[in-house]
C-alpha cells in the first residue's frame, strides 16, 4: 500500500515507524517473496558465464589524454541511454533576480523553456558524460573574446568558482596534498580497476545499512513485490553504480567533490526528524547555475546519499527527510537539471531511501514552478512530498527543539564547511592492515551466503515453520557483517564532513 500524505501525517503523530513490508514485519507472503529473490540472487553469484560491469568513468583509470586529472567534472549518469544534446552543449546561463511578481510572465517562460528540454529526452535520467575537454567547449566563446586583463581574471575566478575541487582549493590556498591516498583504491574482493562482478558490486552496496535484507526489500517494495522485476532492478542498479566507479567516489570522498558546493552549504544533514530519519536540508537560494556544472552536482548527491546511509540508525532503515528551504528564492535559482537529477537518483538508484520530502514555500515564484514540474515527478515521490509555509509547520515532522535555527527552530547550529585534515585518512595508507579486516569481511560475506543457502534450501513451499529470516545462523551471520563491515571502513572511504562534525563516531553510533 502506497503513502500518502495523510498516512504520513498518521505516522509522525503517533512516533511510528513505518515498518510496512520492512524486517520484522513481513507478512508470510513477502517472507516468501524475499527468499524468491534471494535465490535469484545466489544464482546470479553462481554463474561462471556472466560478463563482468564495466567501470566506464573510473576516477584513477581515466584515459591519458592530456586532460586534467583533478577535474570534476567528468561524472555520468546512465551511459547506456540515448539523451538530448542539450545538458551537454549549453553552458549555464545567468538569470536576472527578479523580486517582482509583475515579472511572473517572464519567469514562467524561463522554467517552460527547461520544461521543454525535460520532454526532449528519453528518460528521467539520461545525460551524457562531459570530459574535461568537452567541458572546454562551454567556455570556448569567452577563450574567443577579446576581454582585456579585468575581464580575464573574472573570467578565471568564475571558471575557478565552477569547476574547483576541494582538493585542488586545498592545494591552491594552503599547499597541501590530497588528503586521500590518490594511488590506494583498490576495489574489493580483489576485483580489477575497470570492472566489477555482480557479487562484488551487490556486496558493496548491501553492506551499507547494515542488513542486507533490508537492502534486498527495498527493492522488492519498489517493484510491488514483483520479484523479477526487483532483480532486475538490482541487477540495473548495480551496473549503474559499476559504470559510475561509486566505491571510488566514497573512497575519494570531499577531495574530489566541488568546494564551492560543499563550502556554500547547498544540501548538508544538520539533525533528525521524530522518525529518526536524518534531515539533510537544501538550500535552494545557494544554488547559482552559473556557479557550478550538472556534473559536479550528481557527484556532490552520490555522495550524500551515500553517506546519509552512515547517518541513519535503528527503524529509519536507510530512509532520509529532506527539506528544501525556498527562503529568498528568485528566478536564478530556478534549476530543473538538479530537481531532475535528484528525483531520477532516489527513483531509479536509491529506491525506498526517501521518507519524506518537505517543501518551505515562502517564495511567490514556486506556485507557478510547481504546476510545471510537477507532471514530471513519479506518483510514489509526489506521494511523499509536503508543502510547509510557516517554521511551526514543521512541527509534527520535526520537534521544533531539533530544527535548526535557520528555519525557525530552537537547534543552535550555524553550518560552516570544515576541510578534511592531513591525517584524518592516514588508515588508508595502511595496506597491511586493510588486507587484514578485509580478509575478515570477505570471510563475513562467504559466512553470510552459507548461512542464506541453508535457509533457502530448508524451507520450501510445503515446510513454512522455519521461515525466520534469523534462522539457521542467519542472525549471527548478519552481525559478524555488520562488524566486519565497520572494521573495514575507514579503509574504503574517505572520513566526512560528518565524521569532523561530531555527527558519525567511529562505532558509526549517530548523535546530532
Not at 12 to 36: D, N
Not at 181 to 197: Q, S
Request: glycine share 4%; aromatic share 10%; net charge negative.
Amino acid at each position: 500500500m502506497e503513502s500518502t500524505p495523510q498516512t504520513l501525517l498518521g505516522h509522525y503523530e503517533k512516533r511510528l515507524p513505518l515498518l510496512a513490508g520492512r524486517v520484522g514485519s513481513l507478512t508470510f507472503e513477502e517472507k516468501h517473496k524475499l527468499r524468491q529473490l534471494w535465490k535469484l540472487i545466489l544464482e546470479e553469484f553462481d554463474r561462471t558465464d556472466a560478463q563482468p560491469f564495466p567501470a566506464l568513468f573510473s576516477l584513477t583509470n581515466t584515459p591519458n589524454n592530456g586532460s586534467n586529472q583533478d577535474d570534476i567534472t567528468t561524472l555520468s549518469f546512465d551511459p547506456l541511454v540515448p539523451l538530448s544534446s542539450k545538458d551537454n552543449n549549453q553552458s549555464p546561463k545567468p538569470i536576472n533576480p527578479s523580486p517582482n511578481p509583475k515579472d511572473s510572465e517572464s519567469i514562467h517562460s524561463t522554467v517552460e523553456s527547461s520544461q521543454n528540454d525535460l520532454k526532449q529526452t528519453s528518460s528521467w535520467f539520461s545525460w551524457q558524460s562531459i570530459t574535461p575537454s568537452g567541458l572546454s567547449a562551454s567556455t570556448a566563446t569567452e577563450e574567443k573574446l577579446s576581454i582585456d586583463g579585468e575581464q580575464q581574471s573574472e573570467c578565471d575566478e568564475s571558471r575557478q568558482r565552477r569547476e574547483e575541487s576541494v582538493k585542488a582549493y586545498m592545494k591552491r590556498t594552503q599547499n597541501l596534498d590530497s588528503p586521500v591516498p590518490e594511488d590506494g583504491f583498490r576495489p574489493l574482493f580483489g576485483e580489477p580497476i575497470n570492472t566489477r562482478t555482480f557479487r562484488a558490486a551487490f556486496w558493496q552496496a548491501a553492506t551499507q545499512i547494515g542488513n542486507a535484507d533490508s537492502w534486498v526489500l527495498r527493492f522488492l517494495r519498489a517493484q510491488k513485490w514483483d520479484v523479477q522485476s526487483a532483480m532486475d532492478m538490482i541487477r540495473s542498479t548495480l551496473k549503474w553504480r559499476t559504470a559510475q566507479a561509486i566505491d571510488e567516489i566514497m573512497y575519494f570522498g570531499e577531495s574530489q567533490l566541488h568546494y564551492h558546493t560543499m563550502n556554500t552549504g547547498l544540501a548538508f544533514a544538520c539533525t533528525h526528524d521524530r522518525l529518526n530519519n536524518p534531515v539533510y536540508l537544501v538550500r535552494v537560494r545557494v544554488n547559482i547555475a552559473r556557479n557550478r556544472n550538472i556534473q559536479a552536482i550528481k557527484r556532490f548527491l552520490c555522495w550524500q546519499i551515500e553517506t546519509s546511509q552512515l547517518l541513519s540508525v535503528g527503524d529509519a532503515d536507510g530512509r532520509v527527510t529532506i527539506l528544501f528551504d525556498l527562503t529568498d528564492f528568485t528566478r536564478e535559482n530556478i534549476d530543473l537539471h538538479l530537481v531532475r537529477t535528484l528525483i531520477s537518483l532516489l527513483t531509479n538508484y536509491y529506491p525506498e531511501t526517501l521518507g519524506i520530502l518537505l517543501i518551505y514555500v515562502n517564495s511567490w515564484l514556486f506556485s507557478g514552478i510547481w504546476s510545471l514540474i510537477s507532471p514530471f515527478i513519479d506518483p510514489v515521490v509526489k506521494s511523499k512530498i509536503i508543502m510547509i509555509n510557516s517554521s511551526s509547520g514543521f512541527s509534527p515532522y520535526i520537534d521544533p527543539e531539533h530544527l535548526i535555527s535557520e528555519i525557525g527552530g530552537r537547534k543552535k547550529f550555524e553550518y560552516k564547511y570544515k576541510l578534511p585534515s592531513s591525517e584524518e585518512n592516514n588508515l588508508m595508507a595502511d595496506t597491511k592492515a586493510r588486507d587484514e579486516v578485509e580478509a575478515d569481511f570477505v570471510r563475513a560475506v562467504d559466512d553470510y551466503e552459507a548461512a542464506t543457502r541453508k535457509w533457502l534450501d530448508a524451507v520450501t513451499d510445503n515446510n513454512e515453520s522455519s521461515s525466520s529470516l534469523d534462522a539457521f545462523g542467519r542472525d549471527e551471520a548478519r552481525n559478524a557483517l555488520r562488524k566486519s563491515t565497520i572494521a573495514l571502513d575507514p579503509y574504503v572511504r574517505a572520513r566526512t564532513l560528518y565524521h569532523r562534525l561530531g555527527f558519525i563516531s567511529p562505532d558509526h553510533s549517530v548523535s546530532f
